[in-house]
């Protein structure tokens, strides 16, 4: 079955500061990484989606894809308060049905 | 933005019951999904729909029931509750092949 890893499982940065999140597949037959965003209390938002090998930058936030290593990363620079999440990695593999396996969760505190 | 709306928000059962949880949405995505979340383990899914008429199993079907009426409506079904049962469940809808999953508000559901 395929599985997504991520790490840490909690992280806790000063405000202004760099998060650096990470994430592996087990399975290379991926076709995208999604990164979801969840505020307590509410559902996953969509954040941003990589398929490629490299860097995506979205505002504050820059995706890093390694094809050959199966991992990807998310970078969050000048952290706000209100950065402070849940944050999961997603993979979409399209072989095995139209859905994404998520990861557990990277819990993010951002600290004023 | 797109809209999936969870009924109800909030649920109390007793073991043995039967439980029905409800999504609609209004984004005419033809994919409907059915996710839980419990620390640990992150966001596992339990059905999808492909349509009006189609339910697939997920990774963690067991001891749950979909139905997909219509195109804007698909349920979980909790035929015989069970203590471990008691999660939060999201509803999305979308293709995550082309684009991204929309995510409800959650139902937290309690089996006593």
């Known amino acids: 079955q395929q599985k997504v890893q991520q790490s840490p499982e909690s992280l806790s940065v000063p405000e202004g500061g760099m998060a650096s999140l990470n994430c592996t597949s087990s399975?290379?037959?991926?076709?995208y990484f999604w990164w979801y965003r969840q505020h307590s209390g509410e559902g996953p938002k969509a954040l941003m989606s990589i398929f490629s090998d490299g860097d995506k930058k979205e505002g504050r936030f820059t995706a890093h894809l390694n094809k050959a290593s199966l991992h990807v990363s998310l970078h969050i620079r000048d952290s706000q308060p209100s950065d402070s999440a849940l944050y999961f990695c997603a993979a979409y593999y399209g072989s095995s049905g139209n859905k994404l396996i998520f990861g557990i969760g990277t819990l993010l505190s951002v600290k004023p | 933005e797109a809209a999936v709306t969870q009924s109800p928000r909030n649920k109390v059962a007793v073991t043995g019951g039967k439980v029905t949880l409800s999504c609609n949405q209004t984004?005419?995505?033809?994919?409907m999904y059915w996710y839980r979340q419990d620390t640990g383990h992150g966001l596992r899914l339990i059905h999808y729909s492909y349509g009006a008429g189609s339910t697939e199993k997920g990774d963690i079907p067991d001891g749950y029931k979909a139905s997909r009426p219509s195109q804007e409506n698909f349920s979980l079904i909790l035929e015989l509750a069970t203590p471990s049962q008691t999660s939060v469940y999201f509803c999305?809808?979308?293709?995550?092949?082309?684009?991204?999953?929309?995510f409800g508000a959650g139902t937290r559901l309690s089996v006593l």
């Open positions: 399975d290379r037959n991926f076709q």
């Open positions: 999305a809808s979308g293709d995550p092949g082309q684009n991204t999953l929309y």
């Open positions: 984004n005419n995505h033809n994919n």
